[in-house]
């Protein structure tokens, strides 16, 4: 520890700090000394947002930037979701001038969010860049904007503001970025609808040497041009006036104060900020630099004091010294690794660190978020993963500490315990690699981008070499994600001084020292377990210690372990076939509504303006799982600003319901018993939702009669905690006689766990009372539904509720009949309060509230023949429902429980499961999903028993034209054995299963399977009722047409009005598709189970015959070539009605079988490594039969973003709950993890079968919407395959179950690592 001479620097403090006492006055008073350069002038604190002015000065400067551009200048093109840093949706770019060198623009992209607008007056000429800044349909688009919507990259639209922002920073950076560099760019950002490849396609566009498949016929790039005087886009309207700079200038500080008494002070100097320090030495101050670490502990603070450090010019140093490079804590990470690779020829760890880094967070985190504020999080919070630390600590980095009084110098370790009460972290000095020094770095993730750690691992040695030999002078080995302690692991280094590392002897006994002293903390659910942790930290110092030998030492089988898992940049072909003579029919075209959604123009219910009065409201939610309300105080939530009510259950006008009969009372609030941690049981309202989440923090329950909830499905099957079966058991032949006489048997069980929806935009509901009655903006698939719960719970009839949809920012079944909570509990409060009421679930409460899709254990035997052939098979289905029954799938499931494979004999019986947890939901392809897979590991089981291939087995077992199926369905057009076998051939599967085969045997730390998951998936039409109206109008023959779906992202209105052109015979942009409402389809169904889009489009079309029909006989009277106008005109004047209406809703099929089944075959290769788990997914190739589509890119869309939410479903998303309480614990983007760009395959292959037109379908089309991702578990048993090989180099080449989600860590402790095996 190094004290320096601190006097001098004294003195000068004493000056300035008079100065700057003058200046803080003068800043009070408005009266800064500096006018012209002040943004604090005139007591004004402006800032500049897409070059217009604002006034800051009424405003909390903690107030989040997204909030303060949505509520102020309603400038709602900025989305918000996770409030966290983990979505991305609310992206926005920030200019400003580089703090060190003023002639240079700093240009970054940064999370809304988080970003506090007070901090903007920190930034010297700062601009904030919108998305309404870069262009509008009404304007004209930016290329990013119009690209994305052209390349189909928007579904719903919620996530694609995010997605053209934080590429239009990356391009104002760099306008010829490569292709790996647009990939890498996007690491923040989440869309949940499009499965990314065509995000990622839309993007590479701009890449320079862009694939020619990519780059169309854009010539635009040259419109990426920055003007150097307006700094916008050339070629660009005005953006209006630009006015001078804002910020503050040198030497003064402006010091903000909020209503509630908070103090927001921004130095622009040390020694201002040392004496900050000091004056509130005794409180609890906040330094504010990015203000990214509140994404992550949301609960810090609260801080009375906040000062912002980002105006002081001196904290931005990097220096490259004798021994180092300096960095002073305002270095944000992502300039952090932009020095450490200019500086990388000065030391090889530079390199090593920037890359590490690079895997910290995401972009707009990095591009906030500092060094400094990373390790502080890490000395305040000890359990916190922080990458920076072990990154710091292993390169022998030593920080500098100071405050008023000096400085002091510490290792990162030291720092830990350094009371740092008024200091301030000043810079780290990094060294560099002296000779004969190696160092490396690991880091590994349940997720390939923007995941915290598992572990991650740091070694440094200084090795001697002698006589062909290697001995370790020193070294350093690092790890966090172990235990909140465990930092080195002293004994194996102190073990490893002087060893020669090139024998096993070595490395084995450095190995069992490590595996003693490494005791990972396994008291925390949200933790991989500790016997994986402790494998992989083993598993990463045998990867360090092989890449320290020559390539000659190693043995050939072993030096896979010494590489990382490469992602090359992704690509993909989609192929299909479409009609021109048909067209607008089968026209591949982007969506109608997908420029709005580029340019953040469409807009979802939270972007809609408050209504005079409005007031928001948040729910209270149970910490208990089971038991009953004892007291709910509101006393203290009154007293929080612009409180105006708490809700309680005996507040509710009508019934305490928000599920109309005859479904099972679900409580919007409990009115007492509880039935699962997460349950509404108050409801806050206020004037802004930022009070009303206050006011729930402020509500205290008490609870009585507590006891333990049933909380896993195993608890709840030995207890028998069932409901009513909620279908009848399907026993086909005698599958128990067909099993006992069937020469080989087995049996097995299998689990898979909840899947959350992860729509973009959360539940929310907006209810405002009108004279009529009740308006209702829902985001709702299921108006009819809403409606009936709303009407029930207010207790007025259903004619006074009139509820509009116009769209969905994601839904995927969780805004089923889930979304008539929100809708009921916004209702009650406008009818209670009679005032308009907004609610919107924030994330937590959504994950913790809502159920999900189902949690299942399977059970099954089964009995075939040698050469794999089916003889009998039975399954038990336990299927998680929660605390209700409501939305039960399971007896859906059975009719999916042959996926498509042929046995006389079945017995299927599901059983729903109750437990202690929110009643669980429909989510994309419900019952199907998981039940698919349930077969499928069968066949697999088979295989493995047999020691057979089990693409063979499941090819043996293929239905064939006119087979039956368990639930007694005839397959007349079944096509699976050709698709099956063609696809095979296709794709190159035996080829490919031969070098998959030498790769295996060549290399025991990486492995690669591949697998084939064929399909076949029964559509119902029973259930689709929808109202659809197409009325002309007269004046200029446009058309409206309305329909009783919701658009969800699906392109439901893109389709329906290219069939109402095509059967009009005009041109698409002559119709309009207007918003689903109660008032023009009442009684129409539930958006769901992908039938939608085809039934609606049926009902538009016989609306549209009815109108030709109609209008025949005048056209018969005009001459050829009327145009449509003028006969519209015509027939008006002829009394035609010109409105038509059609109700759809189609009769059973015979014996109530399917309407159609869809078919098709997936193959999937992955490669893992087997010491870290991780994974990935080289190649897919999907072959669907989607009939023939109405819109190829439309449908293509659906099956891809299908596969991809069906690949998070199998690889990476898992729920995670309270033992105790049955709470959900990852309720957050910290914890829960969707797939992101890089998840998806690398290869991505989709072919629409040709000439495959569907006799059943409407215009011969099928489905596209869930089908494909019930193919989505190849992915898992192509990771399966691998895991088998690196058992089989173990000597375990038997069955073992994999369960979905197969996790990193499930994969790892899958393949069966065993430390003592490692060797040179
Ligand atoms: C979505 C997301 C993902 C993340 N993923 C990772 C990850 O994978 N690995 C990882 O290691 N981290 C991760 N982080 C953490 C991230 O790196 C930190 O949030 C960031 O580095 C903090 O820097 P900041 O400048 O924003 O700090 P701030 O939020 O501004 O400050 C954080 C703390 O540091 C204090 N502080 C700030 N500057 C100083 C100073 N100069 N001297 C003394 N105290 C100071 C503040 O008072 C505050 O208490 C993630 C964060 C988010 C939001
Ligand atoms: S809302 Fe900002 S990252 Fe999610
Ligand atoms: S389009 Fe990306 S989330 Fe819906």
Redesign the pocket.
């Known amino acids: 520890m190094k004290k320096s001479n601190n006097s001098g620097p004294r003195n000068i403090f004493a000056a300035q700090c008079k100065r700057w006492e003058e200046m803080e006055t003068a800043s009070l008073q408005g009266q800064s000394s500096d006018p012209a350069e002040d943004g604090t002038a005139a007591g004004r604190l402006m800032i500049r947002v897409n070059g217009v002015l604002h006034d800051v000065k009424d405003e909390d400067p903690q107030m989040p930037l997204a909030e303060y551009l949505r509520s102020i200048l309603h400038l709602c093109g900025t989305k918000t979701m996770?409030h966290?840093?983990?979505c991305g949706c609310c992206v926005v770019v920030i200019e400003y001038d580089d703090p060190v060198k003023p002639e240079k623009r700093m240009i970054k992209s940064m999370?809304s969010c988080?970003f506090p607008i007070g901090s903007l007056l920190s930034l010297k000429n700062h601009q904030v860049i919108t998305i309404e800044a870069l262009g509008s349909v009404k304007k004209g688009l930016h290329p990013i904007q119009q690209r994305l919507a052209d390349y189909n990259g928007s579904q719903c639209g919620f996530c694609s503001p995010g997605f053209v922002m934080q590429m239009y920073g990356l391009l104002k950076n760099n306008a010829t970025p490569g292709a790996q560099e647009v990939e890498d760019n996007f690491d923040?950002n989440v869309c949940r609808c499009t499965g990314y490849r065509p995000i990622l396609d839309a993007m590479k566009s701009f890449v320079k040497d862009a694939d020619i498949r990519l780059r169309g016929s854009f010539t635009d790039m040259e419109d990426l041009m920055i003007c150097p005087k307006t700094k916008w886009p050339c070629k660009r309207s005005s953006l209006g006036e630009v006015v001078p700079c804002t910020g503050p200038a040198e030497g003064s500080t402006s010091k903000l104060y909020n209503k509630d008494g908070i103090k927001w002070y921004q130095p622009t100097t040390l020694t201002q900020l040392y004496l900050l320090m000091q004056e509130h030495s005794r409180e609890a101050?906040?330094?504010?630099?990015?203000?990214?670490?509140?994404?992550?502990y949301k609960g810090?603070g609260p801080?009375k004091i906040s000062?912002d450090?980002k105006g002081i010019p001196d904290?931005y140093k990097v220096t490259m010294e004798p021994d180092g490079l300096k960095v002073w804590?305002?270095v944000?990470?992502s300039s952090l690794i932009d020095y450490l690779k200019q500086y990388s020829d000065q030391s090889p760890s530079y390199n090593v660190i920037a890359r590490h880094l690079l895997?910290?967070?995401?972009g707009p985190?990095?591009n906030?978020?500092?060094?400094?504020?990373?390790?502080?999080?890490?000395?305040?919070y000890r359990e916190?993963?922080?990458?920076?630390?072990?990154v710091f600590e292993v390169a022998g980095a030593k920080v500098t500490?100071s405050d008023i009084t000096g400085l002091n110098t510490y290792t990162p370790m030291q720092f830990l315990d350094v009371n740092?009460q008024g200091?301030?972290?000043?810079y780290v000095e990094i060294p560099k690699l002296t000779e004969g020094e190696k160092m490396n770095t690991y880091?590994i993730?349940p997720r390939m981008q923007?995941?915290?750690?598992y572990v991650?691992a740091g070694f440094r040695v200084q090795l001697r070499a002698w006589d062909k030999k290697q001995s370790v002078e020193s070294i350093s080995m690092v790890y966090?994600g172990i235990s909140k302690h465990f930092i080195h692991a002293v004994a194996t280094e102190k073990y490893l001084q002087g060893k020669d590392i090139t024998c096993n002897v070595t490395l084995q006994g450095a190995l069992t020292i490590l595996e003693k002293e490494l005791i990972p903390d396994d008291n925390n659910p949200l933790l991989a377990s500790a016997k994986y942790r402790k494998s992989l930290a083993l598993g990463l110092f045998y990867k360090f210690f092989l890449s320290l030998l020559s390539e000659n030492v190693v043995s050939p089988c072993n030096r896979s372990a010494q590489y990382s898992l490469e992602r090359p940049v992704s690509t993909g072909k989609q192929t299909y076939c479409s009609k021109p003579e048909e067209y607008p029919l089968t026209k591949p075209m982007p969506k109608l509504n997908a420029h709005l959604q580029t340019s953040g123009e469409a807009q979802f219910i939270n972007d809609l303006l408050p209504v005079p009065n409005e007031l928001f409201a948040a729910f209270v939610l149970s910490t208990e799982g089971n038991a009953t309300i004892s007291t709910i105080d509101i006393t203290a939530a009154m007293s929080v600003p612009g409180a105006a009510a708490v809700l309680k259950a005996k507040d509710i006008p009508g019934s305490n319901t928000f599920v109309p009969p005859p479904m099972e009372v679900e409580e919007i609030l409990s009115s007492g018993p509880v039935l699962y941690a997460g349950q509404p049981i108050a409801l806050c309202v206020a004037d802004s939702q930022h009070h009303a989440l206050q006011m729930v923090g402020e509500v205290k329950v008490t609870y009585k009669d507590q006891k333990p909830p049933i909380v896993t499905l195993d608890e709840a099957i030995e207890k028998k905690s069932f409901y009513p079966p909620p279908a009848k058991e399907i026993l086909v032949g005698d599958p128990t006689g067909a099993i006992s006489v069937s020469p080989c048997k087995i049996e097995g069980e299998l689990r898979v766990g909840e899947q959350y929806h992860f729509h973009m935009e959360t539940q929310i509901c907006r209810c405002v009372p009108t004279e009529d009655g009740l308006d209702v903006q829902a985001s709702s698939q299921w108006l009819d539904f809403a409606q009936q719960a709303i009407a029930g719970a207010i207790g007025i009839p259903v004619k006074d509720i009139n509820i509009t949809t116009k769209r969905l920012g994601g839904a995927y079944g969780g805004k089923g009949t889930r979304a008539s909570l929100v809708a009921c509990s916004a209702a009650v409060a406008a009818t209670v309060l009679c005032r308009p009421v907004r609610c919107i679930m924030d994330l937590s409460t959504n994950m913790k509230t809502i159920g999900k899709r189902h949690g299942y254990i399977f059970k099954y035997k089964v009995g075939f023949n040698e050469d794999g052939t089916l003889n009998g098979v039975i399954i038990t289905y336990y299927c998680d429902n929660g605390s209700s029954p409501n939305d039960n799938e399971v007896g859906l499931a059975l009719f999916f429980s042959d996926n498509a494979y042929k046995c006389k004999n079945w017995q299927l019986t599901p059983i729903a499961v109750k437990t202690n947890r929110a009643a669980h939901t429909w989510c994309r392809a419900p019952g199907s999903t998981p039940n698919i897979f349930v077969i499928e590991t069968i066949l697999e089981h088979v295989a493995k028993f047999l020691s057979l291939d089990p693409i063979r087995v499941k090819q043996k077992n293929l239905y064939a034209q006119g087979d039956t199926t368990p639930m007694g369905f005839v397959l007349p057009y079944c096509s699976i054995r050709e698709l099956y076998s063609s696809q095979l051939t296709k794709v190159d599967v035996a080829g490919r299963l031969q070098a998959i085969k030498k790769f295996n045997a060549d290399n025991s730390w990486k492995k690669k399977g591949l697998a084939v998951v064929p399909l076949k998936y029964c559509l119902f039409w029973t259930d689709g009722y929808y109202l659809c109206t197409v009325s002309i109008f007269a004046s200029d023959g446009s058309v409206i047409v309305s329909q009783g779906g919701i658009e969800s992202g699906q392109g439901l209105d893109t389709k329906v009005a290219q069939v109402c052109a095509y059967a009009l015979g005009i041109p698409v942009d002559f119709i309009s598709i207007k918003p689903t409402t109660t008032i023009n389809s009442p009684n129409s169904g539930a958006t769901g189970g992908s039938i939608t889009s085809e039934l609606n489009c049926l009902g538009v079309k016989n609306c549209c015959e009815i109108l030709r029909k109609r209008m025949k006989p005048v056209k018969d009277k005009l001459p050829p070539g009327t145009s449509w106008k003028d006969l519209v005109a015509a027939c008006f004047k002829d009394k035609v009605n010109l409105t038509a209406q059609y109700w759809v809703w189609p009769d059973p099929q015979p014996r109530d079988a399917p309407q159609y089944n869809s078919y098709g075959v997936t193959v999937a290769e992955a490669e893992i490594d087997v010491l870290t788990g991780e994974n990935q997914i080289s190649q897919v190739d999907i072959l669907f039969d989607c009939g023939e589509s109405m819109n190829p890119d439309i449908d293509i869309g659906q099956v891809e973003g299908a596969f991809v939410m069906g690949m998070g479903y199998w690889l990476l998303e898992k729920m995670i709950y309270d033992p105790k309480t049955g709470e959900v614990l990852n309720a957050g983007?910290?914890d829960y993890k969707p797939p992101f760009s890089k998840s998806i395959p690398i290869n991505f292959n989709i072919e629409l079968l040709k000439n495959a037109p569907n006799p059943m379908g409407v215009l011969r089309s099928k489905a596209s919407g869930e089908p494909p991702q019930c193919m989505s578990c190849a992915t898992l048993f192509a990771v399966k395959r691998a895991i088998e090989a690196a058992r089989q180099d173990v000597g375990q080449d038997t069955y073992f179950p994999l369960s979905g989600p197969a996790t990193v860590s499930v994969i790892q402790t899958s393949c069966l690592v065993d430390y003592r095996n490692f060797s040179i």
């Open positions: 996770c966290e840093g983990g999370n988080l923040g101050v906040k330094l504010v630099h990015g203000d990214t670490a509140k994404g992550v810090d801080y000062i450090v904290l804590s305002n944000t990470l895997k910290v967070a995401n985190v990095r906030a978020g500092g060094w400094a504020g990373n390790l502080m999080m890490k000395w305040k916190f993963v922080s990458d920076v630390f072990v500490v740092m200091k301030v972290l000043l880091k993730m923007n995941a915290h750690t991650s966090t983007t910290w």
